[in-house]
Structure formats: C-alpha cells, structure tokens
C-alpha cells in the first residue's frame, strides 16, 4: 500500500505548547520521510526530513520522532509559537517509488 | 519566494471553456511536476517531467494536458471540466527526479470550475 495516515486532521495549542502530529505507514521500503508545511496562500514548503537509519533528527524547535518496527514517525515542535500556525504535511518514499506519499495534512493553530 | 512562479493566482471558468495554468522556475532544475490538491485529501501528483520528457501520468483524465516546452516552464491545458475539478492546483520542481528530492512549489492556482 502507497497510504500515508496523518493525525489528528487539526490541532489547537496554546502559545509555548508542544504541537505533536503522527503519521504512520505500511509500506516498508519507504526510506524518506520529509515534512512539509504550508501557509495560507502558498505552496507547501520542505520543513524537514529523516532517514530511517536514525531515531531522531532536532532543527532548532522541530523534532521528528523515528520508529522503524512500529512504522511510524511524528513531528514535534517545540515552544510552538502563533507564527508556526499552519497546515503539516508529512510525506514518505522511496523503494521502487521514488514518488512522495503524502498524508492529508494538519492544521495547526497555535493561539496567542 | 520559492523560485517556482505559478500564474494565474485565481482562475474561474465555465464547464465548457478552455484555459491554461503557467509554471516557471527560476532554480535551473530538471524536474517539474504537477500537483492537486483538494481539502482533507493528501495532494495528489497528476504529472512529472524530467528533463522536458513526460515520465508519470497518474491516470489523470484527458481533459487536463500538460505541455512542458523546456525545463523551465510547464503548462497545464484544461478544457472541459467538471465541477469537481476545482480545487488548488500546485506546480513543483526539484533538482532531479528522486525519492529524496526536495520540492520547490509554487503558490499554486486556486481554480474553480462552474
């Protein structure tokens, strides 16, 4: 299967909360996992990615959470901040397909 | 700006019209792409291009046409659509045609059909 399950489909947190966000997959040669974050108005935006060959990868206040046996990654974004608000894709390739998957997005408001 | 501009920004048009979406990148990739996306459904890919050559056609009907005269324009013909074909039509690029490529997308066109 090609599906990508993205949760929850919105998500409000308050200024300086954690925002959390899962997806979780089925096919097992997915070995690119990016995350995509999209602005009202404007086309999605890479926002970070992993490989499975780590657990977790930290770029300033966004984390992802990597777990290969269970096949599920997540997004953690640290201190969320009213600016951060925005729809979050996460997406998955690679194997025989080198085409992006991706989930149905996330909408997140973060409130001041 | 991402480098990748998609034009119009708004597009309406009646079922029986024909119009055409523009794309251009400015980044000197080899890849474009053509993307759709629809509330609450992940984007779907409807074409790819790798160097000018069609490589991917994701069972999109025919009355969506896509033209890619050179790596750095993309066009998406429409004629004859329904109106379940409006929604944010998104145009990407990337350097190459990999599952690691990052893509660069435009603003997109937001189309609505009557």
């Known amino acids: 299967q090609q599906q990508v399950k993205q949760s929850p489909q919105s998500l409000i947190v308050q200024k300086g909360g954690i925002s959390i966000i899962n997806c979780a997959y089925e096919n097992t040669a997915f070995d690119y996992f990016p995350w995509y974050q999209q602005f009202p108005g404007k086309g999605p935006a890479l926002l970070i990615a992993?490989?499975?060959?780590?657990s977790e990868k930290k770029e300033g206040r966004f984390t992802i959470s990597f777990n290969k046996s269970a096949k599920q990654f997540s997004l953690h974004i640290m201190d969320s901040q009213p600016g951060d608000s925005a729809t979050y894709f996460c997406a998955a390739a690679g194997g025989s397909n080198y085409k992006l998957t991706f989930g149905k997005g996330t909408l997140l408001t973060v409130n001041p | 700006e991402t480098g990748v501009t998609q034009t119009p920004r708004h597009l309406v048009m009646g079922m029986t019209n024909k119009k055409s979406l523009k794309c251009e990148q400015h980044l000197g990739h080899n890849a474009m792409y053509w993307y759709k996306q629809s509330a609450k459904k992940p984007l779907e890919l409807m074409f790819v291009y790798n160097f000018k050559e069609q490589t991917e056609n994701n069972s999109v009907p025919s009355r969506f046409s896509p033209e890619c005269p050179n790596s750095s324009h993309l066009f998406l013909h429409l004629h004859t659509l329904q109106p379940e074909d409006s929604a944010l039509y998104l145009c990407?690029?990337?350097?190459?045609?990999?599952?690691?490529?990052?893509?660069?997308f435009g603003s997109g066109t937001q189309l609505s059909v009557l």
């Open positions: 990407a690029s990337s350097q190459h045609r990999g599952s690691n490529e990052k893509l660069f």
């Open positions: 992993i490989r499975p060959d780590v």
